[in-house]
């Protein structure tokens, strides 16, 4: 005959850990939901992608400019040196050209910070993608019914809106216009 105390224990156990498990689950959907629609559109992975093309594109344009001024000044340099031939001058010029090429040498880390950009938002598009193929197991209209954690920032962090992208937040005429 069954020991029906050792059965209600089990029992008990039992429901113990399916409670535990669905606080679990509960937990995990609240974090998919808060990943899904994050409370701010800029924290969602769209918005990581593009900021991380922002900087490589920030950085290309910028690395472009500084190469266009050593051209500026190696060119200066060689009209320079044509006009003074001093050995004086010559060493002065030769110092100049060094340092100009430790500028074009410095400016690769544009393509390797490219390369290392690339990397990160294949590592946060395949995240999105395991995100994405949890979501639509779940069903995407029960993971949108899932109200998300709320994030919580200070009165100045809410005014702070950082470097914006392209054609987003105020343009420097929106900006003007407030002084007006």
């Given at each position: 005959?069954?020991?029906?105390h050792n059965s209600d224990a089990e029992l008990k156990?039992?429901?113990?850990?399916?409670?535990?498990?669905?606080?679990?689950?509960?937990?995990?959907?609240?974090?998919?939901?808060?990943?899904?629609?994050?409370?701010?559109?800029?924290?969602?992975?769209?918005?990581?992608?593009?900021?991380?093309?922002?900087?490589?594109?920030?950085?290309?344009?910028?690395?472009?400019?500084?190469?266009?001024?050593?051209?500026?000044?190696?060119?200066?340099?060689?009209?320079?040196?044509?006009?003074?031939?001093?050995?004086?001058?010559?060493?002065?010029?030769?110092?100049?050209?060094?340092?100009?090429?430790?500028?074009?040498e410095a400016c690769a880390f544009q393509d390797i910070?490219?390369?290392?950009?690339?990397?990160?938002?294949?590592?946060?598009?395949?995240?999105?993608?395991?995100?994405?193929?949890?979501?639509?197991?779940?069903?995407?209209?029960?993971?949108?019914?899932?109200?998300?954690?709320?994030?919580?920032?200070?009165?100045?962090?809410?005014?702070?809106?950082?470097?914006?992208?392209?054609?987003?937040?105020?343009?420097?005429?929106?900006?003007?216009?407030?002084?007006?």
């Amino acid at each position: 005959m069954p020991d029906s105390h050792n059965s209600d224990a089990e029992l008990k156990i039992l429901k113990d850990e399916l409670g535990g498990l669905f606080v679990y689950i509960k937990r995990v959907r609240e974090e998919i939901a808060a990943i899904h629609k994050p409370a701010e559109e800029e924290h969602g992975f769209g918005g990581m992608g593009e900021q991380l093309d922002a900087i490589v594109k920030a950085t290309e344009q910028a690395t472009h400019r500084i190469m266009e001024a050593m051209e500026v000044n190696t060119q200066a340099i060689e009209a320079m040196r044509a006009r003074h031939k001093t050995p004086e001058d010559d060493a002065e010029f030769q110092k100049m050209e060094g340092a100009i090429n430790e500028v074009f040498e410095a400016c690769a880390f544009q393509d390797i910070t490219g390369q290392r950009v690339n990397k990160i938002t294949k590592s946060l598009t395949f995240v999105e993608e395991r995100v994405s193929s949890i979501i639509s197991i779940w069903g995407k209209d029960d993971i949108e019914n899932v109200t998300a954690a709320e994030s919580t920032k200070t009165e100045d962090e809410k005014l702070l809106n950082g470097p914006q992208l392209e054609g987003k937040g105020l343009n420097q005429a929106d900006i003007d216009a407030l002084f007006d």
